[in-house]
């Protein structure tokens, strides 16, 4: 195994890549494997790829990304025969949004080679995404736009429960951060991300796991703190 994978129901896992702390979620379905972003670079989603075997004995099959921040997105060259699934933003960024793309790849430290080789293999998703439920094969999973805030388009993964001893996952994307404050920038909606994140507590409840898109996984209280934290920043 390359990463450290965590088991947060039975087969949806999640780790955090080194490069940025960035998370990247698997859910395992009988018939096909649902990846949720993919980190940056080739050598990254290479890591992904294999591990995911290993993990759940079968290949990546489809890719939900979640918002078109780079290193959400470009390791998706390395998922050559998966569905992917984004919101309409993404896919602008995957195609004539490009070069914006590497432009903030780069002002985060990406390595420039690694960076182009990830660009060439780039292309745009199969699937426009505003609002879907995918059936991965007994275990199914809920993509929403909770509405603006991180950006205007950022995409959640709701894992309902499949068994009673089960607790619905959130896959939150950048709308939570853990290991620092919520990255608020020139992009952000910071009057709707509140609400956005009161969508977020009602689609997966009191006790869900929430999967921040930077951190360790957190609870609803959490959720709620941060909610409050972003409100106040709006009216301060
Ligand atoms: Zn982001």
């Given at each position: 195994m390359h990463l450290h994978w965590?088991?947060?129901?039975?087969?949806?896992?999640?780790?955090r890549l080194p490069f940025l702390d960035v998370t990247v979620g698997v859910v395992r379905g009988d018939r096909r494997t649902l990846l949720i972003d993919c980190g940056t670079t080739l050598s990254e989603a290479a890591r992904i790829a294999d591990d995911v075997v290993e993990l759940t004995g079968a290949a990546v099959t489809d890719l939900v990304m979640t918002h078109h921040h780079f290193d959400h997105i470009l390791g998706s060259a390395g998922f050559g025969t998966a569905v992917l699934y984004s919101p309409a933003a993404v896919a602008r960024a995957l195609t004539t949004g490009i070069d914006a793309v590497r432009a903030h790849a780069l002002q985060y430290?990406?390595?420039?080679?690694?960076?182009?080789?990830?660009?060439?293999?780039?292309?745009?998703?199969?699937?426009?995404?505003?609002?879907?439920?995918?059936?991965?094969?007994?275990?199914?999973?809920?993509?929403?736009?909770p509405g603006p805030g991180?950006?205007?388009h950022d995409l959640v993964v709701v894992v309902p429960p499949i068994g009673a001893d089960e607790t619905p996952v959130v896959f939150?994307?950048?709308?939570?951060?853990?290991?620092a404050e919520p990255a608020i920038n020139a992009e952000s909606d910071l009057s709707a991300w509140p609400l956005a994140l009161d969508r977020l507590l009602e689609l997966g409840g009191d006790d869900a796991r929430y999967v921040p898109?930077?951190?360790?996984?957190?609870?609803?209280?959490?959720?709620?703190?941060?909610?409050?934290?972003?409100?106040?920043r709006r009216e301060s």
């Amino acid at each position: 195994m390359h990463l450290h994978w965590e088991t947060l129901a039975e087969g949806v896992h999640r780790c955090r890549l080194p490069f940025l702390d960035v998370t990247v979620g698997v859910v395992r379905g009988d018939r096909r494997t649902l990846l949720i972003d993919c980190g940056t670079t080739l050598s990254e989603a290479a890591r992904i790829a294999d591990d995911v075997v290993e993990l759940t004995g079968a290949a990546v099959t489809d890719l939900v990304m979640t918002h078109h921040h780079f290193d959400h997105i470009l390791g998706s060259a390395g998922f050559g025969t998966a569905v992917l699934y984004s919101p309409a933003a993404v896919a602008r960024a995957l195609t004539t949004g490009i070069d914006a793309v590497r432009a903030h790849a780069l002002q985060y430290g990406t390595d420039p080679e690694r960076l182009d080789r990830a660009i060439a293999g780039v292309r745009a998703p199969d699937h426009v995404v505003t609002v879907a439920n995918l059936d991965l094969g007994g275990r199914s999973v809920h993509l929403e736009l909770p509405g603006p805030g991180h950006t205007d388009h950022d995409l959640v993964v709701v894992v309902p429960p499949i068994g009673a001893d089960e607790t619905p996952v959130v896959f939150c994307g950048d709308l939570v951060e853990e290991s620092a404050e919520p990255a608020i920038n020139a992009e952000s909606d910071l009057s709707a991300w509140p609400l956005a994140l009161d969508r977020l507590l009602e689609l997966g409840g009191d006790d869900a796991r929430y999967v921040p898109g930077h951190g360790a996984v957190v609870d609803a209280g959490f959720v709620r703190a941060q909610r409050d934290w972003l409100a106040a920043r709006r009216e301060s």
